[in-house]
């Protein structure tokens, strides 16, 4: 599965943003994706995941009440709505797909976008 992300940019503390991630390929073997972050100097963490199956979604302590994760199943694209963003959400944000574990709290995927830079000044 091959994905490519947009939708990353500057804006300003409590501002907004949707990242967008579109796959193609053998998109019949994809079960769920993800969103990740990576910021310098630090491990890269899930951010929100769902399955296409059924009603499972995962958001980390850390952006819940804030990013909505969402997919377009027709488009097989996945989006990632990020409100009242703050300065610590800046990194390189990353979409995943083919999920190795059932487990919604799986890092473990076996494809990923090359990621979008997200940077939010304060």
């Known amino acids: 599965v091959r994905l490519v992300e947009s939708g990353g940019g500057l804006v300003q503390a409590g501002g907004s943003l949707r990242l967008s991630c579109a796959a193609s390929?053998?998109?019949?073997?994809?079960?769920?994706m993800g969103w990740f972050r990576q910021a310098p100097g630090k491990e890269r963490e899930l951010l929100a995941a769902?399955?296409?199956?059924?009603?499972?979604?995962y958001y980390a302590d850390s952006v819940k009440g804030r990013f909505t994760i969402s997919g377009d199943n027709a488009k097989n694209t996945v989006y990632l709505q990020m409100n009242s963003l703050k300065p610590e959400d800046t990194a390189v944000y990353y979409c995943?797909?083919?999920?190795?574990?059932?487990?919604?709290?799986?890092?473990?995927?076996?494809?990923w976008g090359q990621g979008t830079q997200v940077t939010v000044s304060s």
């Open positions: 769902f399955r296409w199956l059924g009603p499972s979604t």
């Open positions: 995943a797909a083919e999920p190795r574990l059932w487990r919604i709290t799986t890092t473990e995927y076996n494809s």
């Open positions: 390929g053998r998109t019949f073997s994809n079960t769920g």
